[in-house]
């Protein structure tokens, strides 16, 4: 699930690099929704390692969903 991670190299095309006001999710070509949708099916269809990767990378998705909302909740309180 690690490896997962790997994921984010799409990032590296994105100028800036970071902004805290955006969303990577439906910003980033791997972060897309119909990214996301593909995950979702490939978690419920395939088999093994191939599963692993794919709830791997929903979790991602979920967690870089939350870290937007995180940063933007502390950016309103400075």
Known sequence: MLATMLVDLDHVFANPL????????GYHPLHSYWA??????????LKGNYRIIAVGLLFHMFTDFQDFWLWKSMLRLS
Request: net charge negative; aromatic share 22%; charged share 15%.
């Open 18 to 25: 970071f902004d805290p006001n955006r969303n990577s999710i």
């Open 36 to 45: 996301i949708g593909a995950y979702f099916l490939d978690a419920i269809f």
